[in-house]
C-alpha cells in the first residue's frame, strides 16, 4: 500500500539529493528531521531521489529500527494527511453542490479521511502493522473515496463500495485486539 500512496515525482526532480533538498517534501528537509536517517536507511548523504525511487515506487532497505520505520511510514501517511486536509478544504469553503445534503456526505468522507490517516501514524507500532494499514487503507480508498465520489456526482448508485470500507476500518480496529 505504501507504493500505491507514494507514487509520482512531487515536483521533487529525481536529481534532487533525498536528505539536503528542503523544497521537495512536506517535512523539509529530511536530516533536520531524521539526522541519523541515512545511516539507519542505508543511503548516503548525497543520494539522489533517481538512486532510490524506481518508477515512481520508493525502494528503500529493509531495516527493522524504529526510526526507519518512522521515516518509511510517515511518507505515505504525511501525503494522506495533506490530502485529507485538502479535500476537507475544499469540501468547508469550495464545494457548493445543488444539493446540500452532498455537502454533509462531502464532510463524513473527509472526516473519516483524516482520521484514519491519522491513525495510519500508530499502524507501525501495532501488533499486526500490516493488517491495520492494509485494512485503515483500503476503508480510507473505498469509504471515504466512495463518499468524495457521491458527493461530487450527487450520485447515490456509486455508493456501493463504502459499506466494503466501513467494515475496513472496523476489521482495522478489531484487529488491534488479536
Request: proline share 6%; net charge neutral.
Amino acid at each position: 500500500m505504501r507504493n500505491f500512496l507514494w507514487k509520482g515525482n512531487y515536483d521533487m526532480g529525481y536529481a534532487r539529493v533525498v536528505w539536503n533538498q528542503d523544497s521537495w517534501h512536506a517535512l523539509g528537509s529530511l536530516i533536520h528531521c531524521f539526522p541519523s536517517g541515512p545511516q539507519l536507511m542505508g543511503t548516503s548523504i548525497v543520494d539522489t531521489v533517481s538512486m532510490i525511487v524506481l518508477n515512481g515506487v520508493w525502494f528503500w532497505p529493509l531495516i527493522s529500527d524504529p526510526e526507519c520505520l518512522q521515516i518509511t511510514q510517515s511518507l505515505p501517511t504525511l501525503h494522506g494527511g495533506v490530502a485529507a486536509l485538502a479535500l476537507g478544504t475544499y469540501g468547508a469553503h469550495g464545494f457548493k453542490p445543488k444539493n446540500p445534503s452532498y455537502k454533509e456526505v462531502w464532510h463524513t468522507a473527509s472526516l473519516y479521511h483524516l482520521v484514519h490517516t491519522a491513525a495510519l501514524v500508530a499502524a507501525p507500532m501495532t501488533k499486526h502493522p500490516n493488517i491495520f494499514g492494509g485494512l485503515l487503507t483500503t476503508g480510507i480508498l473505498a469509504f471515504s473515496g466512495t463518499c468524495y465520489v457521491v458527493a461530487y456526482l450527487e450520485d447515490r448508485t456509486y455508493s456501493r463500495l463504502a459499506p466494503f470500507g466501513g467494515f475496513a476500518f472496523i476489521g482495522a480496529w478489531a484487529s488491534l485486539l488479536f
